[in-house]
C-alpha cells in the first residue's frame, strides 16, 4: 500500500512500503553480514531436514536427509539405485534392495555366490566398516556440519538480489557473483535460516527445512544388521 509522505511543505508524494517491516531484520544488512548471520544461525540449529540435489565428483546424488549434531538418516539416489543411510555417532549403516548389491563389483565365477549374498543384505542394515571407502563417501552425507560447511558458501562477490519466497516464507536472497557463484535465500522470518541453495557451477540444488525440529535417531536392532566384514563390495 502506497503511502503519502508529509513534509514540511506539505504532501510530497507516495513512498513504497518497507518490504522489511515485521521480518527479523537481516533484510536490511550487507550481503556479507547476511550469509555470517544464517551460518550462526544453521550452526546453532540442532537438527534440520536436507533435500534436493548435489553433483559431485562428476556424480548426481538426489538427497533427502534429517541431520543432527551426532548422525542422521534417510535416502541418496546415485545413477538409477536408491539406499538408506543411517549413522549414530561414529557408526554407519547402508541399508538398499538385492539389485543395489547384485551391481556392486564381483568376480564372475561367483555369480551364484553374488546373488545369493544380495538376497542376504536385501531390507537390512550393513555396518560400514570405519576404514572402507565407502565409510568416507556416504558419511558426509549424514554429517550436518561437514555438509552445513561445504555448501553455505557462495563463490565470488557477494551482493542482495531481492526479496523472494520460499513456501510461504519471505525470503531475502544473496548472490555469489550475480548467481554464477550460487545463490542463497535465507529467512526474513524467526531465524534467518537458510531455505534454498542454488550451488555455483550447476552443482545442484538443495532446500533446507525443519529447521530445530528434532526426530529419533538410533541404531538398527541386531536382527536388522548384517556385518558384511571388513570391507563392502566395490560400488
Same mark, same amino acid.
Given at each position: 500500500?502506497?503511502?503519502?509522505? $508529509?513534509?514540511?511543505?506539505?504532501?510530497?508524494?507516495?513512498?513504497?512500503?518497507?518490504?522489511?517491516?515485521?521480518?527479523?531484520?537481516?533484510? %536490511?544488512?550487507?550481503? &556479507?553480514?547476511? !550469509?555470517?548471520?544464517?551460518?550462526?544461525?544453521? =550452526?546453532? /540449529?540442532?537438527?534440520?531436514?536436507?533435500?534436493?540435489?548435489? $553433483?559431485?565428483?562428476?556424480?548426481?546424488?538426489?538427497?533427502?536427509?534429517?541431520? %543432527?549434531?551426532?548422525?542422521?538418516?534417510?535416502?541418496?539416489?546415485? !545413477?538409477?539405485?536408491?539406499?538408506?543411510?543411517?549413522?549414530?555417532? =561414529?557408526?554407519?549403516?547402508?541399508?538398499?534392495?538385492?539389485?543395489?548389491?547384485?551391481?556392486?563389483?564381483?568376480?564372475?565365477?561367483? /555369480?551364484?555366490?553374488? &546373488? /545369493?549374498?544380495?538376497? %542376504?543384505?536385501?531390507?537390512?542394515?550393513?555396518?560400514?566398516?570405519?576404514?572402507?571407502? /565407502?565409510? %568416507?563417501?556416504? @558419511?558426509?552425507?549424514?554429517?550436518?556440519?561437514?555438509?552445513?560447511?561445504?555448501?553455505?558458501?557462495?563463490?565470488?562477490?557477494?551482493?542482495?538480489?531481492?526479496?523472494?519466497?520460499?513456501?510461504?516464507?519471505?525470503?531475502?536472497?544473496?548472490?555469489?557473483?550475480?548467481?554464477?557463484?550460487?545463490?542463497?535465500?535465507? @529467512?526474513?522470518?524467526? =531465524?534467518?535460516?537458510?531455505?534454498?541453495? $542454488?550451488?555455483?557451477?550447476?552443482?545442484?540444488?538443495?532446500?533446507?527445512?525443519?529447521?530445530?525440529?528434532?526426530? &529419533?535417531?538410533? =541404531?538398527?536392532?541386531?536382527?536388522?544388521?548384517?556385518?558384511?566384514? !571388513?570391507?563392502?563390495?566395490? @560400488?
Amino acid at each position: 500500500m502506497c503511502a503519502l509522505v $508529509v513534509t514540511g511543505t506539505g504532501l510530497t508524494g507516495c513512498s513504497s512500503e518497507d518490504p522489511d517491516a515485521g521480518t527479523n531484520g537481516v533484510g %536490511k544488512l550487507s550481503a &556479507a553480514k547476511i !550469509q555470517s548471520r544464517t551460518r550462526t544461525a544453521a =550452526e546453532s /540449529a540442532k537438527t534440520v531436514r536436507l533435500s534436493g540435489t548435489v $553433483v559431485t565428483n562428476g556424480r548426481t546424488y538426489t538427497l533427502d536427509m534429517r541431520l %543432527k549434531g551426532d548422525g542422521g538418516s534417510g535416502s541418496v539416489t546415485s !545413477q538409477g539405485a536408491t539406499f538408506r543411510l543411517l549413522r549414530v555417532g =561414529e557408526h554407519l549403516f547402508l541399508k538398499a534392495d538385492a539389485e543395489f548389491w547384485s551391481h556392486q563389483d564381483g568376480k564372475g565365477d561367483d /555369480a551364484g555366490s553374488d &546373488a /545369493a549374498a544380495a538376497d %542376504k543384505l536385501e531390507g537390512m542394515y550393513v555396518k560400514v566398516p570405519t576404514g572402507d571407502p /565407502a565409510y %568416507k563417501r556416504f @558419511s558426509g552425507f549424514t554429517d550436518k556440519n561437514v555438509l552445513l560447511d561445504g555448501l553455505l558458501t557462495l563463490h565470488g562477490t557477494l551482493a542482495t538480489d531481492g526479496h523472494h519466497e520460499q513456501n510461504g516464507t519471505r525470503t531475502i536472497r544473496i548472490t555469489g557473483d550475480k548467481g554464477s557463484g550460487g545463490s542463497l535465500d535465507v @529467512s526474513l522470518e524467526g =531465524e534467518p535460516y537458510p531455505l534454498r541453495l $542454488v550451488r555455483a557451477a550447476d552443482a545442484g540444488t538443495l532446500s533446507l527445512t525443519d529447521w530445530g525440529k528434532d526426530f &529419533a535417531l538410533a =541404531e538398527p536392532s541386531k536382527k536388522e544388521t548384517v556385518d558384511y566384514g !571388513q570391507q563392502l563390495p566395490a @560400488s
